[in-house]
T-cell receptor
């Protein structure tokens, strides 16, 4: 059974710091992995989508990497800003024929001004 | 990617009543997904809604409690019936969207439900 874990559960950093969020999954048989941002009480905003054949994706100050063999993905945020404060979720789509995404528990990020 | 309009954005409801949440997508999609996010928790899939057939519910969720409609390829509703305080959660709809080289999920803005 696929399980997705995110560490740390919460993170507080000063503005301007570069940071890394981690996502681990137990079964490497995935179709893709997606990173989302969620503001309090709101829906999810897609940040980056990495296909299983890809190693990384970049969008602005965000860079996501994928190491499928080791079951890990990282989300790198450069020059963090208070506006980056949110919960970040990763989700994987297994290749087992199901369309169901499996979500991690999230990392709550707070960037201090 | 698709744009989803979800409403209401939030509501406070009395126990024993029902609330219907609507999601409108700006393009035709085969499957729509309904999730629940309890306070401090990650997302749990409630059911998958296909147009023209009954929704497929995940373990622990039943049609009597969470009836779903899918009248066409751009619209779906989820009803939370006979609510109790344990139903207080964020409810989200989602669709899978195909880009030029990949597929991903797009979510609505969520409905924050509080049952008192």
């Amino acid at each position: 059974k696929q399980e997705v874990t995110q560490i740390p559960a919460a993170l507080s950093v000063p503005e301007g710091e570069n940071l890394v969020l981690n996502c681990s999954f137990t079964d490497s048989a995935i179709y893709n992995l997606q990173w989302f941002r969620q503001d309090p009480g709101k829906g999810l905003t897609s940040l980056l989508l990495i296909q299983s054949s890809q190693r990384e994706q970049t969008s602005g100050r965000l860079n996501a990497s994928l190491d499928k063999s080791s079951g890990r993905s990282t989300l790198y945020i450069a020059a963090s800003q208070p506006g980056d404060s949110a919960t970040y979720l990763c989700a994987v789509r297994p290749t087992s024929g199901t369309y169901k995404y499996i979500f991690g528990t999230g990392t709550r990020l707070k960037v201090l001004a | 990617s698709a744009v989803i309009s979800q409403k209401p954005s939030r509501d406070i409801c009395q126990r024993g009543t029902s609330l219907t949440i609507q999601c409108q997508v700006d393009s035709q999609v085969t499957m729509m997904f309904w999730y629940r996010q309890q306070p401090g928790q990650s997302l749990t899939l409630i059911a998958t809604a296909n147009q023209g057939s009954e929704a497929t519910y995940e373990s622990g969720f039943v049609i009597d409690k969470f009836p779903i409609s899918r009248p066409n390829l751009t619209f779906s509703t989820l009803t939370v019936s006979n609510m109790s305080p344990e139903d207080s959660s964020i409810y989200l709809c989602s669709v899978e969207t195909a880009g030029s080289t990949n597929y991903g999920y797009t979510f609505g803005s969520g409905t924050r439900l509080t049952v008192v």
